[in-house]
């Protein structure tokens, strides 16, 4: 009960800097907005928490900045599949520069390329094949920088030394 009570105490914590922050550094590109600090949510969270959580936090963060008019639909493809690659190849090497790698290549460039016929679907507006990819790729490369100086942080400060489920997490970088 305990572990549980603290898994989602993170996440809601995680959830609401996110969501509290979104209108302090969105930056609009188009039809999405660049918004860095869920990129370094999800590399957080990908370390702290594990990869089904991070992605629960993007999804949450995305749902919440929509219903408050701060985001576009753009962000549930992008966040969401940033935040598993991160915590996917978190969970494999256990250092937490894979984490932001991952959050690079997911929302980056899968997330962008997923976001063209998201954008075609749900918002009826059709682009090229690469018409988010630099916005996205700029975007996060900031916020899984920034993320990634977080988790150093915390790992200095002895913060988030085990997962709920025990295993180590924030190994030192090598």
């Known amino acids: 009960m305990k ?27 188009g039809l999405a907005k660049a918004f860095p600090i869920q990129h370094a949510i999800n590399v957080i969270a990908a370390v702290l928490l594990g990869p089904i959580p991070a992605v629960l936090v993007a999804f949450m963060i995305a749902l919440l900045r929509n219903l408050l008019g701060v985001g576009t639909l753009l962000a549930f493809p992008g966040g969401m599949i940033g935040a598993l690659l991160a915590g996917l190849l978190y969970q494999r ?28 679907l749900f918002m009826g507006q059709a682009v090229g094949m690469f018409a988010f990819l630099p916005a ?21 400060g002895g913060l988030g030394e085990s997962r709920p489920d025990h295993s180590p997490t924030l190994h030192k970088n090598r």
Not at 136 to 156: D, E, N, P, R
């Open 3 to 29: 572990t549980t009570t603290s898994l989602l105490t993170k996440m809601a914590v995680l959830v609401a800097i996110g969501t509290l922050s979104s209108h302090l550094l969105a930056i609009p590109t």
């Open 93 to 120: 090497i256990r250092q937490h520069w894979s984490a932001a790698v991952g959050e690079v290549v997911g929302t980056g460039i899968i997330g962008s390329l997923a976001a063209v016929p998201f954008a075609m």
């Open 136 to 156: 996205f790729l700029v975007s996060t490369l900031f916020g899984a920088a920034i993320g990634w100086v977080v988790v150093g942080l915390l790992k200095k």
